[in-house]
């Protein structure tokens, strides 16, 4: 659990403290000891939090049958009421406690607090002599101003601290759900920027590739077949459909294919050196995140050149992480150019990949682990990145 969790946990769940304290008397057993924790309410601190935490997980996957059915207990257990549900906006997705007989009615009178988003409570009506749930607290589920659902504490009788509590407790549900809002607005910014590259690398590489291999069909066909065959590699990787993550290893194997190809074309133009230390190999960084750094490494070094053009590619391991140095000797770029091209302000033929490369590294892992371009006109260009061996949510 990290520390910004913590302080933004207290700040949702301590207001509730003392309801969740006095409520949970009357179903959890008495603590044996306090060793170690203090006082009464420090405990009852702990304890809180420990069950917030165990809460939250589920609900950072979304509002659904099973991340409901995975965080009810838990929600209970924080206001320690006799049931707790929570519903979306058409039925109840999961029921923790007793008097689940109640849902028809529950949903009944959602309509009301769904529409307004506000709080509600009300008596349930029962003809069940032993059902101790007769009073319910309705605290709507809210995202970006827009319901998405509601948390519906049920007590034996009205309680002002009840209706506190669930308030409170139903913010900090809500704001897991907003969480998990903006992953998947992430994870979806992160497969539009993907598909960008894929339709940069797809049409003139593929035609060019094909063209190349198409030349030594009836002069070489053992080297066209050795050519097909790393282009079949090469495309297969770059279009699988799962994974925003990779390793360095099957990176550099993409790569190593894409070279290959280039090499068929150019023939002595263009050379290659690779010096790859083999500790950082199984390093993961986003996927379709160094070829694109590659590709622009062989289209600016031979672009504009009639001679040969040089190409080093070196992955070391620099403690905690690792730096990875991808150096062209070719035309190179206007400084002020480059600085365009990243701050999205300009978009020449083929600038997407340094741009959408320095973006994703940046989105992954902070502003720290953006691209270091080094070039100049006619100096070729120099591009540095450093991979944490180590991130949390990256595997």
């Known amino acids: ?84 549900c929570l519903t979306d906006e058409r039925e109840v997705l999961a029921w923790d406690g007793v008097g689940g007989h109640h849902r028809a009615e529950i949903m009944e009178k959602l309509a009301g607090p769904l529409e307004s988003g506000r709080g509600e409570a009300f008596r349930l009506t029962c003809d069940t002599p032993d059902c101790p749930v007769r009073w319910a607290v309705v605290a709507p589920l809210t995202v970006d101003d827009r319901v998405h659902g509601a948390l519906v504490a049920c007590a034996p009788r009205e309680s002002a601290v009840l209706v506190r509590a669930a308030g409170e407790v139903a913010r900090w549900v809500s704001v897991q759900l907003e969480l998990a809002d903006l992953d998947r607005s992430r994870t979806r910014l992160i497969e539009a920027e993907i598909k960008a590259l894929r339709a940069q690398i797809s049409p003139h590489f593929i035609f060019n590739s094909l063209a190349v291999i198409a030349s030594f069909v009836r002069t070489d066909p053992e080297r066209a077949r050795e050519l097909l065959l790393e282009f079949a590699d090469f495309t297969r990787y770059s279009f699988r459909r799962h994974g925003d993550f990779t390793t360095l290893a099957d990176e550099l194997h993409a790569i190593d294919h894409y070279l290959a190809l280039v090499r068929a074309r150019f023939g002595t133009r263009l050379s290659v050196t690779l010096q790859i230390a083999p500790e950082v190999l199984p390093v993961t960084l986003p996927f379709l995140c160094l070829q694109p750094l590659v590709e622009n490494a062989v289209k600016h070094g031979l672009e504009g050149k009639a001679d040969k053009c040089h190409i080093s590619i070196t992955a070391q391991d620099a403690g905690a992480e690792a730096l990875v140095v991808i150096e062209d000797d070719g035309a190179g770029m206007d400084p002020e150019l480059l600085r365009r091209i990243l701050a999205g302000e300009e978009s020449p033929s083929g600038g997407i990949g340094l741009s959408n490369v320095d973006d994703r590294l940046r989105q992954v892992y902070g502003d720290d682990y953006g691209l270091v371009i080094e070039t100049a006109v006619g100096a070729g260009m120099k591009v540095t990145a450093r991979l944490p061996k180590y991130q949390p949510g990256v595997h």
Request: proline share 7%; hydrophobic share 45%; aromatic share 4%.
């Open 1 to 84: 659990m990290t520390t910004g969790f913590l302080a933004g946990l207290c700040v949702a769940v301590l207001p509730v403290l003392a309801a969740g304290f006095w409520l949970g008397r009357r179903t959890a057993p008495r603590p044996k000891s306090h060793v170690g924790l203090g006082t009464p309410v420090e405990h009852a601190t702990f304890q809180t939090l420990h069950t917030a935490s165990l809460a939250a997980p589920p609900l950072r996957a979304g509002l659904t049958e099973e991340t409901a059915r995975k965080s009810a207990r838990r929600l209970r257990s924080l206001l320690g009421t006799d049931a707790l």
